[in-house]
């Protein structure tokens, strides 16, 4: 009787294109989806470690995992395992450590022999949205960045195969391919050619039959007028993650950012020029070391004037090797965390405004799952949620639907005539 594997990962959407890779590996190999964590025979967590409230949350979820199951055999890999190898090891029920070098091989070394993966279905691994690996690694030198030491210099795929990669993912039904990386803006910095990611953009959208096409965060330096151009077809998700880590340019400077306000409020301005609703989303970092509560209000003000349609905050982490630890003046710790929540409440303000830009009008969403009142919930191209209720099988479909305001932060669809 084959054996069932459970995934799950955290972090950042690459680590969860990792995993759903593994495990189509894992399925070459003899195994089988578990419907449950209870029933699985091995357990993969994919960890992450870019701060030391992630590496917690790791550690703590492995335990969870572990105590939910105990029969099970568990491969614990990624950033956290690359980071505290022994940590990991030592935990109970761990069979596999498999840090990031041995991620490429992690199928072989559980599976025991090489398999040839089965091809990735929708839903196979939860999602309906294809996440697809183009890019690892960085070469940026910001000084408060862990995971550029996890993960070593910038490594892209060649444009032919990922090409391909998204083509056989439209041919197995993903409705949008999710292009992530550890620095996706710098893909092609490696590959002979002068490719860059206008170039892997332009070329998804004119070569493949991927209905939608989404991209993960890009630093602000790595767009320019080539790609903004891309976020006139109609085929690229209006979304567009810039990680601006501060409003103030002092705390910038710090923390090896290169960039102004300045030059990001104008990268904004291009790019809305381009798209009128272009949902700008960014990260956040907050009690970075020196930063004073006039540079904390400055960077309260300026996220206030940029309007960005959602906001990742974290207050700042120290993190081994990283050159931020050199820094003086550091912000205590409960500082961090009360300037983290103030940002945060302002993003809840700012993605309502840019909510309520939508309300009433018809967009059309990807439909992911149903939920337990068996209602259908889905993604716009802008990443707003909708819940619908219907009585067609909307799975895996992209439908139009009339936006209407609920309760907290999803949409209610209002079903048009024209359904599957």
């Known amino acids: 009787m084959a054996l069932k594997v459970y995934l799950e990962s955290l972090g950042c959407r690459l680590n969860a294109a990792e995993v759903e890779r593994l495990g189509c590996q894992l399925l070459g190999g003899g195994f089988t989806p578990a419907a449950r964590l209870e029933e699985a025979d091995v357990i993969v967590l994919n960890t992450c470690a870019v701060t030391a409230e992630a590496a917690r949350k790791s550690r703590q979820r492995l335990h ?9 055999a568990i491969a614990v890999l990624g950033c956290w395992v690359t980071a505290e ?3 990991a090891g030592a935990q109970p029920g761990v069979t596999w450590v498999l840090p990031n070098s041995d991620k490429p091989r992690a199928g072989e070394l559980i599976v025991g022999t090489p398999s040839i993966p089965v091809p990735w ?52 039904g993903a409705q949008e391919v999710v292009l992530t990386g550890v620095s996706l803006g710098a893909y092609g910095h490696d590959l002979p050619g002068a490719v860059r990611l206008s170039d892997l953009v332009a070329a998804l959208l004119e070569q493949t039959a991927v209905p939608r096409v989404r991209l993960s965060s890009v630093e ?28 103030s340019d002092a705390t910038l400077r710090r923390m090896g950012r290169r960039y102004t306000t300045a030059e990001f409020a104008a990268l904004v301005e291009r790019a809305r020029a381009i798209c009128a609703d272009l949902a700008v989303t960014t990260d956040l970092i907050t009690g970075f070391p020196g930063e004073t509560e006039a540079d904390f209000a400055a960077s309260l003000a300026f996220v206030e004037a940029i309007g960005f349609a959602r906001l990742h905050v974290f207050p700042y982490s120290e ?5 931020a630890l050199r820094l003086p003046d550091p912000v205590p710790a409960q500082v961090r965390t009360g300037r983290a929540a103030r940002m ?51 799975y895996n479909t992209i439908t139009p639907v009339r936006l209407r305001p609920g309760t907290g932060e999803a949409f209610i669809g209002e079903e048009l005539e024209t359904v599957p």
Do not use: I
């Not at 969870?64 to 099970?72: D, F, S």
């Not at 996890?150 to 083509?167: D, E, K, N, Y």
């Not at 976020?231 to 993650?241: G, N, S, T």
């Open 319 to 323: 993190r081994a090797g990283t050159a």
């Open 64 to 72: 969870l995992l572990h105590r939910r199951n105990p029969q099970a």
């Open 85 to 87: 190898p022994e940590a």
């Open 344 to 394: 945060r409440r302002l993003g809840e303000t700012l993605a309502a405004a840019y909510r309520a830009r939508f309300s009433g009008k018809v967009l059309p969403v990807l439909w992911e799952r149903r939920d337990r009142a068996g209602r259908w919930r889905g993604l716009t191209d802008t990443y707003l949620e909708v819940v619908l209720e219907s009585k067609h099988a909307l």
């Open 220 to 247: 602000p330096w790595d767009v320019d007028d080539r790609l903004l151009a891309l976020w006139k077809h109609p085929r690229l998700c209006r979304q567009l993650h810039l990680p601006l880590q501060s409003g």
């Open 121 to 172: 279905e929708p839903g196979l691994w939860q999602h309906t949205r294809a996440f697809l690996p183009v890019q690892d690694g960085c070469d940026a030198a910001c000084t408060y960045c862990y995971t550029r030491l996890l993960r070593g210099p910038g490594r892209s795929v060649p444009l032919a195969t990922a090409v391909m990669q998204a083509q056989a993912l439209a041919e197995h």
